[in-house]
């Protein structure tokens, strides 16, 4: 009689590498898009921080502040009564900030003005234009959105699968 032959099978092979395969295809499922959700999410939590950093600043400053916004970038703008709304110093806080890549950001209500000009308006009482913005993918947007009240209140609100 022969000894048994050491090793596997074909068949437990097949089935290891179906266990594996089933295994990793739930593990890419439960990832979904690999954070990009999350990211956007954070961008919007970024730009509403900033924006409430815009209107303490025009109160401190006793200065109109105005926020010039379109879909892939925004920057703050300061009114000059002779010159009207300028770009301020160069530094950070003034510089354009742009959105990433694959952010896709839409104004639902704000001031409609031209390219130039600010959508949204920081006068020195704390009041502000009020404002709704949404927040998200080419495949699933709105993932969040950031809104202003007239009062000055600057909200940020996950939508969905972001947060």
Same mark, same amino acid.
């Given at each position: ?75 703050? *703008?300061?009114?000059? &009564? ?5 770009? $301020?110093?160069? !530094?950070?806080?003034?510089?354009? @900030? ?38 998200? *993918?080419?495949?699933? &947007? ?5 809104? $202003?009240?007239? !009062?000055?209140?600057?909200?940020? @609100? ?6």
């Amino acid at each position: 009689m022969r000894p048994p032959e050491r090793g596997f099978t074909l068949i437990e092979i097949l089935v290891v590498v179906l266990i594996l395969g089933i295994t990793l295809g739930f593990a890419v499922l439960s990832f979904g898009d690999f954070g990009a959700a999350r990211r956007v999410v954070m961008q919007a939590e970024q730009f509403a921080n900033a924006l409430r950093l815009v209107e303490q600043r025009a109160i401190l400053e006793t200065r109109t502040l105005g926020v010039r916004l379109n879909n892939r970038a925004w920057q703050v *703008l300061t009114f000059d &009564p002779v010159k009207g709304w300028q770009p $301020g110093p160069r !530094n950070n806080f003034f510089r354009e @900030h742009i959105f990433s890549g694959n952010t896709l950001v839409s104004v639902q209500k704000a001031l409609n003005a031209e390219p130039s000009k600010p959508r949204i308006i920081f006068l020195p009482t704390g009041n502000i234009t009020p404002f709704l913005i949404n927040f998200g *993918l080419a495949e699933q &947007p709105p993932i969040a959105s950031v809104e $202003g009240k007239a !009062n000055g209140t600057i909200l940020l @609100h996950a939508i969905r699968g972001g947060a």
